[in-house]
């Protein structure tokens, strides 16, 4: 029964993931650029959702809401300001320019919110799901995260493969010259995918935060870091293999910290990703194999 | 008079080295003055080995990224090998050796060693992966060796070294010494890093660089990065060049690593992660890919910026975040570029003009 309940965490700090290598993977299959600032919109949305939440008490869903306006709002800024000039630039200087960005969003939330860590309110009541005559308890948050990524990725996967906006972005992707002979508006598909990448950004701040409710201006480099792992482990650039690396680095994570050690969970997580991609140097669904976004 | 001239006269990349080794030692001099006379804040000197050991870091990734052209994020692991490897033998060594300098170098070469072994081992499968996979492999790469120097510990007795991993299960006798205490990392270390040493390291990571850059090695390299397909062509064995690269790299990041290490009397595993990787891409970035003087000159001012804009107070690491968008974004701008290199060239107008008509008056 442990193996099982370990095995629902995982795929429950997996989706966690998941949702945050989605906006990396869009980003760099569009832009071809590691938005590095991506783990500081995170926590920009979770510090967003808990003062809308404590100081203003409003209701939870308005909270998140409100972070998802904030955080799209943030991310075209940051589009336009650090990253729109540097189109022709060499991706080196664009990946320095995000370490500016990333280092001016954790720096401003430092002055403006303080180094002390807030304890993120419950949003979701704390009931729990008693199974097996109790022997497995799931907690509502657990729930919640793992449907609103499998409703999130269904989503995506239907925006992009039907909807204008969706076949613009994997037009762009493929061939940004060609799409604008196609009379395809670049900027504009440029600036909505850092538009959904940062919505999405804001619900994986709220969700983080309710399963690991300490918040600080610190709090999203390091899931930042290994969503970015999860979204190379499953190929970038692709939604599934997004889907699928987040998941299983967070099972991977959970049955390392479970069975093997929880010092080293960390080690494990980043050694399986090595070597996943010396086996397969294009990570799990390669760039070939699924169509690009 | 014509052939005095023509002896004088230096090609550009001996000019370029002679430069870069005037400003290292012009520098040194300057700050041993200052030093001196008392001008210098004690804040300052504390910085005075980082510097170098930021240098060397810089020039060592500038090996990697800008000249081999592999972009690397986790060269804050090798810096981390070196400075725990220089530090344990500097400790185990202490009674034995008695001058500083004689300790430091042994403890130089065994840090550097132990990187380079890593970095050989870890390139022969990573280096076939290319650019931003290879960025996040190597990223992995720091942050495994962060976790398991994490978990390390190291001590001494009578009856010689004692390894533990995971727990401390050392079990010293009575007056033995821990060097590396896992996660309180190492503590009581002999503090026998000197500016001068720094300075003299940094003088000979330039020159070993540039005697690559000038050899056949060096041009084979910058081949293999200008076009891959085409330096295999004519004959270039890539991998072993890549490697052999990839493994000095490392070699003489562990040897930043020492010099930082012992520096400090106590450092822990954690200060060497992600951040200091990308601290170190950073300078190697803003000086320029390719560019030794860039890089001493990037991690110079760059580790002084935030002691500069102290004044700012808690304002400081917002203003250099500033600062670093600004100047990627300047740097990159066609349109200030075009209209700089205009400048430039209206200046070398202007003086050759000048010249020429001061010889002409001449004769």
């Known amino acids: ?293 | 008079m014509e052939q005095m001239k023509k002896k004088l006269h230096l090609g550009k990349t001996n000019r370029e080295k002679v430069t870069t080794f005037g400003l290292v030692i012009a520098l040194y001099v300057f700050v041993e003055i200052l030093q001196r006379t008392g001008n210098l804040s004690n804040l300052m000197r504390g910085q005075l080995v980082p510097i170098c050991a930021y240098m060397i870091m810089a020039l060592s990734l500038n090996l990697t990224v800008g000249i081999l052209g592999e972009l690397s994020l986790g060269h804050a692991g090798f810096v981390s090998i070196g400075a725990f490897t220089g530090v344990t033998v500097a400790s185990l060594l202490r009674p034995v050796v008695s001058q500083n300098w004689i300790l430091f170098v042994i403890a130089l070469v065994a840090g550097g060693t132990l990187a380079g072994i890593v970095g050989f081992l870890i390139g022969i499968p990573v280096l076939r992966l290319r650019g931003d996979y290879l960025a996040i492999v190597t990223l992995a790469f720091g942050e495994i060796v962060k976790s398991l120097v994490n978990n390390l510990y190291i001590g001494f007795d009578q009856n010689g070294i004692h390894f533990a991993f995971l727990h401390d299960t050392l079990n010293l006798a009575e007056g033995g010494k821990k060097i590396i205490a896992g996660p309180m990392g190492a503590t009581t270390i002999p503090k026998v890093s000197t500016f001068l040493a720094g300075v003299l390291l940094v003088l000979f990571c330039l020159y070993f660089l540039y005697r690559l850059l000038g050899s056949k090695m060096g041009r084979a390299i910058k081949a293999m990065r200008d076009n891959s397909i085409a330096a295999e062509s004519v004959g270039i064995n890539i991998t072993r060049y890549k490697l052999t690269a990839f493994t000095m790299s490392a070699f003489m990041a562990g040897m930043g690593g020492v010099l930082f290490g012992l520096n400090y009397s106590s450092i822990i595993a954690g200060k060497f992660n992600v951040d200091l990787s990308i601290l170190i891409l950073v300078f190697v970035v803003l000086g320029g890919l390719g560019n030794l003087r860039g890089s001493i000159i990037a991690a110079g001012v760059l580790t002084v910026l935030p002691e500069l804009l102290r004044s700012l107070r808690d304002y400081r690491m917002l203003a250099y975040s500033i600062v670093l968008i600004a100047i990627m974004l300047i740097t990159n701008n066609q349109i200030l570029v075009q209209w700089w290199t205009q400048r430039k060239k209206d200046l070398k107008n202007m003086f050759t003009r000048l010249r020429k008509s001061g010889q002409g008056g001449e004769g």
């Open chain 1, 1 to 293: 029964m442990s193996f099982l309940s370990h095995l629902i965490n995982g795929i429950s700090l997996g989706s966690i993931y998941a949702i945050i290598a989605l906006g990396y993977t869009m980003v760099y299959g569009i832009a071809k650029m590691l938005n590095f600032a991506h783990g500081d919109v995170i926590m920009v949305g979770a510090y967003v959702c808990f003062f809308a939440l404590n100081s203003f008490g409003l209701p939870p869903v308005v909270g998140v809401l409100l972070a998802m306006l904030i955080c799209t709002a943030l991310g075209i800024l940051i589009e336009r300001l650090a990253y729109k000039p540097l189109r022709a630039a060499p991706s080196l200087a664009v990946l320095i320019t995000a370490i500016g960005v990333s280092y001016f969003l954790q720096n401003g939330a430092l002055l403006l919110w303080g180094s002390n860590s807030k304890v993120f309110p419950s949003i979701f009541n704390n009931a729990a799901l008693h199974l097996f005559d109790g022997q497995l308890t799931i907690g509502v948050t657990t729930l919640i995260t793992i449907a609103a990524c499998v409703v999130i990725m269904i989503g995506l996967t239907l925006f992009t493969g039907n909807t204008k906006m969706g076949k613009a972005m994997r037009a762009c992707s493929e061939d940004k010259d060609a799409a604008i002979l196609m009379g395809i508006n670049v900027n504009r598909t440029i600036s909505v995918t850092f538009a959904i990448g940062s919505a999405l950004a804001a619900i994986a701040g709220v969700l983080l935060c309710s399963a690991y409710p300490l918040l600080q201006p610190t709090t999203g480099s390091m899931p930042g870091i290994k969503a970015f792992t999860a979204a190379v482990f499953g190929g970038i650039g692709s939604i599934p293999g997004a889907f699928l690396g987040g998941i299983l680095l967070g099972i991977i994570e959970i049955f390392a910290k479970a069975y093997l050690s929880t010092e080293l969970s960390d080690a494990i997580v980043f050694l399986v990703l090595i070597l996943v991609l010396l086996i397969k140097p294009t990570g799990l669904l390669g760039k070939k194999t699924v169509v690009k976004v």
